[in-house]
């Protein structure tokens, strides 16, 4: 039987965006987002994080660093009994037309091969799947992927009629999504 994922991009979703996040002193928890998780949970989610970090590329951290961070949030989140279940990265830089690496640009977003490694994994049905994003990038990947609910959490980003997606203020609000 095929499961449902709530999909979390990392920076500027879980913890608020101040550029190539590394360290812990820097990493700031996005208000509701435990709850958040901890409800996604009860309603039989997985909870899948899928996050751009090109700052390894850029050399800002090292793959090793980002892997410690990563243990620290998940321990953070299993205290506060809201587990994730598992993180997808992309370590590549943005796509530029000279990069030999297909499978890495295949796997950043906007393209939604994170996504369906996860599916793979964990044999989702995307379409009774959710994806919240803060970033155009991120509802791309999940359009792209067929992922039921794409929700945009960005206050500063304003459309009109935002097509094939919501949009979302606060995290509370994506609640009501996941049912």
Known sequence: MSKKALFLDRDGVINKDLGYVSKKEDFIFT????NLV???KKQDY????ITNQSGIA???YSEKEFNLLTKWMCEVFKSNDSLIDKVYFCPSLPFKKKQKNLKENYM???NPGMIFEAKKDFDLD????VLIGDKITDVQAGI???VGINLLFNESIKLE???DFKKVTYLKEAIPYLK
């Open 38 to 40: 901890r409800f996604a």
């Open 161 to 163: 009629k935002p097509k």
């Open 108 to 110: 950043r977003k906007p």
């Open 144 to 146: 792209s992927a067929r």
């Open 31 to 34: 208000n509701g987002i435990f």
């Open 126 to 129: 995307l379409t009774k799947s």
């Open 58 to 60: 850029r050399g800002f």
């Open 46 to 49: 997985l909870v899948i994080v």
